[in-house]
């Protein structure tokens, strides 16, 4: 049935069902008339402009269709179902704030019709409802999820000498091996939480997602774990020394000699980490895989060796090696002084007080008393070497050469390094992504197979990523080099000490202060 909306000499407006035509008799319409028109219904969604335009410009016109009836309250529902909104498209003078009984009734059973039923705004309602915007009219509960499970684990600090040096003492202090007894804390992991689920306005549970389980890596054959209230926590199997391989706990073999090793020990060659007491007697060697710890007061004298495989060594007395004493390692060794001995490693050597006619290859060498010196002797360093004083009033003969290093080879290097880094944390957390989707309790053999080979994959990934980030760590300390090859001499020099940086050689003939040689531009300079 027809239905006249508007009609004048002009056009006239009508509607049948759900549609809107127009028909025009004469010219004189103007568009800006017509648009005034049609502003007092707003229900009016225009379908087709061309047909308003033909109707109004180029009468007269047949009856055409030109819009359809709009909605006078759309409700729209976010994707995630959190919130709602409406736009209203009524009259005016219908938005009186929220007194409107009868719109409000309206916009609530379009809520109820499009199944929104919570989180429902009140103010929103009974506030000013601006026309043809968009208003937020219902806002669900987000769920919360849970928190992924917090490890903390026992921590391994970096070895760093401490000294002591004053008129009365003075001391040499370094923790080189982790030592813990069995049933010692290890570790530890809180469950993750469940989270809050939510609400959405349809008014149906929105499920949380429960945190990731990240798992404890341990050496099943040195380390326990136990479980109570929410917590699994991790214990030695045995006394030894903690050690870490990617961030795989385990606690290494450990061999601890209380007293001296000497003919009731006989000389020592251990697969693990070594602690001596007190000293290694004239003539005996000590050997070990791991780190090595001379504790005695008295150092070590005329000893035929001491060697650490793959680890460090630390002498705390010092070394007075009578030419006959040869100490390496694979990494660094720490002493409190050294004469007349050989020292050989891959990595720093650092010499609480003094150094005395001994042979040392390195690639640093750090004096790291105040009042440290190097007399006499050989020393052959790759990048750098450092001391309050180099000589003697006496000017014993003292020869420091430095290898030196390509900068921009170190340094493409060392992007290298971090380009690798990069790529291994990226395969790390694809792997503990991987095992994070398995829960241990419910899996089948074949699910647990599986499971296995994603824990080797991600300990060799972490491994790697362990060995690379030392060696960022190695080569981001080598650049801090000045130029490529340094010798700093913190206060003092003395004739007859000879200088190689690279092969450039100088002599110092005269008494110097402070001053540091480093090499660059083809040559030695000074700072």
């Known amino acids: 049935m027809e239905e006249v909306i508007y009609e004048d000499h002009f056009?006239?407006?009508?509607?049948?069902?759900?549609?809107?035509?127009?028909?025009?008799?004469?010219k004189g319409m103007t568009m800006d008339a017509f648009k005034q028109i049609i502003a007092e219904y707003p229900e009016m969604q225009i379908t087709s402009f061309m047909a308003v335009k033909s109707a109004v410009l180029f009468s007269p016109v047949k009856k055409t269709k030109f819009a359809d009836v709009k909605e006078r309250v759309v409700v729209e529902i976010s994707d995630d179902g959190l919130?709602?909104?409406?736009?209203?498209?009524?009259?005016?003078?219908?938005?009186?704030?929220?007194?409107?009984?009868?719109?409000?009734?309206?916009?609530?059973?379009k809520l109820s019709d499009k199944g929104v039923v919570f989180g429902i705004k009140q103010d929103a309602l009974l506030d000013v409802l601006p026309n043809h915007t968009k208003i937020l009219i219902a806002e669900g509960i987000e769920p919360v999820n849970g928190g992924d499970s917090e490890i903390r684990m026992y921590e391994i600090n970096e070895p760093k000498p401490s000294v002591t040096d004053n008129d009365k003492v003075n001391h040499y202090e370094l923790s080189l091996i982790n030592h813990v007894k069995g049933g010692d804390w290890l570790g530890e992991r809180i469950d993750p939480s469940p989270g809050v689920p939510g609400k959405s306005v349809r008014g149906t549970i929105i499920m949380a997602m429960t945190g990731k389980k990240y798992p404890l890596l341990y050496d099943k054959n040195s380390v326990r774990e136990s479980y109570e209230g929410g917590v699994t926590r991790l214990y030695a199997l045995r006394s030894g020394a903690v050690n870490y391989m990617g961030d795989k706990i385990s606690v290494s073999n450990h061999l601890e000699l209380p007293e001296n090793v000497d003919f009731k020990t006989g000389n020592i060659d251990f697969d693990g980490f070594?602690?001596?007491?007190?000293?290694?007697?004239?003539?005996?060697?000590?050997?070990?895989?791991?780190?090595?710890?001379?504790?005695?007061?008295?150092?070590v004298g005329s000893i035929r060796e001491i060697v650490s495989r793959e680890g460090s060594v630390y002498i705390k007395g010092g070394i007075a090696g009578k030419n006959k004493a040869i100490i390496k390692s694979y990494k660094d060794i720490y002493t409190k002084f050294v004469s007349d001995a050989v020292i050989i490693c891959e990595g720093r050597v650092h010499i609480g007080y003094y150094c005395i006619n001994s042979t040392i290859i390195a690639r640093e060498v750090i004096v790291d008393s105040p009042k440290g010196q190097i007399i006499g002797g050989n020393i052959q360093a790759e990048y750098k070497v450092v001391a309050t004083a180099i000589g003697s009033p006496s000017e014993a003969k003292t020869q420091i050469s430095v290898k030196g290093f390509n900068r921009a080879a170190l340094k493409g290097s060392f992007e290298k390094i971090e380009l690798?880094?990069?790529?291994?944390?990226?395969?790390?957390?694809?792997?503990?992504?991987?095992?994070?989707?398995?829960?241990?309790?419910?899996?089948?053999?074949?699910?647990?197979?599986?499971?296995?080979?994603?824990?080797?994959?991600?300990?060799?990934?972490?491994?790697?990523?362990?060995?690379?980030?030392?060696?960022?760590?190695?080569?981001?300390?080598?650049?801090?080099?000045?130029?490529?090859?340094?010798?700093?001499?913190?206060?003092?020099?003395?004739?007859?000490t000879v200088i190689d940086i690279k092969k450039h050689v100088r002599e110092i003939k005269e008494v110097i202060l402070g001053t540091t040689f480093y090499y660059q531009n083809d040559g030695i300079n000074e700072l």
């Open 83 to 109: 919130k709602a909104y409406i736009t209203l498209f009524v009259l005016d003078n219908e938005l009186n704030n929220g007194t409107n009984t009868k719109l409000l009734k309206e916009i609530l059973k």
């Open 274 to 299: 070594l602690t001596v007491k007190g000293s290694v007697e004239d003539n005996f060697s000590v050997v070990a895989d791991k780190d090595i710890e001379i504790l005695g007061v008295y150092g």
């Open 11 to 26: 056009i006239k407006i009508t509607k049948e069902n759900e549609e809107f035509f127009i028909e025009s008799f004469s």
């Open 420 to 496: 690798n880094i990069q790529k291994l944390k990226e395969d790390l957390i694809k792997a503990k992504q991987e095992m994070s989707l398995y829960s241990v309790a419910s899996l089948s053999s074949e699910q647990m197979l599986a499971l296995e080979r994603i824990k080797e994959r991600y300990f060799d990934i972490k491994n790697r990523l362990k060995y690379n980030e030392d060696e960022k760590k190695a080569t981001a300390n080598y650049l801090r080099t000045k130029g490529e090859g340094e010798i700093t001499i913190l206060k003092k020099a003395y004739p007859n």
